[in-house]
């Protein structure tokens, strides 16, 4: 092996530092730039504000919502919190799974009215994120009558309503944004946090 001498060691030195430099500090201040600048909304975590400018939530995250006035979303296997996502891990063979598919079509079937068979599947299985924001048209249309009696709305208005807040999502899947649609019922105009 022959000895490179003390001035390999000192380009090395400076490869590292100018790299460091670019790609520790540099291209992190750029890519931060451009998202505040071009994609403020969604580089600040997608954040709904009410009129007041109070946060009420983000379009990205699911919550839970309990009372018969509210469309109801996806089942978490984490309790919507966002920073321990997952989905549960359990197989379909899994008992725990079936047993706890088995409650949430009980409870779905008492509080809506629904035949188990007739069920959306994304009504009874948790999301790979656990904090899904959305659900599916059939998921929403199956809770119409249950929203809009609590209320005293028409069923009219609450599928208005549904429609209103549907989105096609990703690969075309059409889906209902929940935190939104539920908002609006309430009267509560949101916006997106710049």
Same mark, same amino acid.
């Given at each position: 092996?022959?000895?490179?001498?003390?001035?390999?060691?000192?380009?090395?030195?400076?490869?590292?530092?100018?790299?460091?430099?670019?790609?520790?500090?540099?291209?992190?201040?750029?890519? %931060?730039? %451009?998202?505040?600048?071009?994609?403020?909304?969604?580089?600040?975590?997608?954040?709904?504000?009410?009129?007041?400018?109070?946060?009420?939530?983000?379009?990205?995250?699911?919550?839970?919502?309990?009372?018969?006035?509210?469309?109801?979303?996806?089942?978490?296997?984490?309790?919507?919190?966002?920073?321990?996502?997952?989905?549960?891990?359990?197989?379909?063979?899994?008992?725990?799974?079936?047993?706890?598919?088995?409650?949430?079509?009980?409870?779905?079937?008492?509080?809506?009215?629904?035949?188990?068979?007739?069920?959306?599947?994304?009504?009874?299985?948790?999301?790979?994120?656990?904090?899904?924001?959305?659900?599916?048209?059939?998921?929403?249309?199956?809770?119409?009558?249950?929203?809009?009696?609590?209320?005293?709305?028409?069923?009219?208005?609450?599928?208005?309503?549904?429609?209103?807040?549907?989105?096609?999502?990703?690969?075309?899947?059409?889906?209902?944004?929940?935190?939104?649609?539920?908002?609006?019922?309430?009267?509560?105009?949101?916006?997106?946090?710049?």
């Amino acid at each position: 092996m022959r000895y490179a001498g003390p001035g390999s060691w000192l380009t090395a030195a400076r490869f590292s530092l100018l790299m460091a430099v670019l790609l520790g500090l540099l291209y992190p201040l750029v890519v %931060v730039g %451009v998202g505040q600048l071009g994609f403020s909304h969604q580089a600040n975590g997608s954040l709904l504000a009410d009129a007041q400018g109070r946060i009420i939530g983000s379009s990205l995250v699911g919550q839970a919502f309990t009372s018969d006035r509210y469309f109801q979303g996806r089942p978490s296997a984490v309790d919507y919190a966002a920073d321990t996502l997952g989905g549960s891990n359990l197989a379909p063979s899994n008992p725990a799974l079936r047993q706890r598919a088995e409650a949430d079509a009980r409870r779905i079937t008492a509080r809506d009215g629904v035949a188990p068979g007739r069920i959306p599947v994304d009504l009874l299985t948790a999301s790979g994120s656990g904090i899904d924001p959305h659900i599916s048209p059939q998921a929403a249309a199956i809770q119409v009558a249950r929203v809009a009696h609590a209320r005293g709305l028409r069923e009219a208005d609450v599928r208005g309503l549904v429609a209103r807040y549907s989105e096609s999502g990703g690969l075309g899947q059409p889906r209902v944004a929940i935190l939104p649609l539920n908002l609006a019922l309430d009267g509560i105009a949101v916006r997106p946090l710049p």
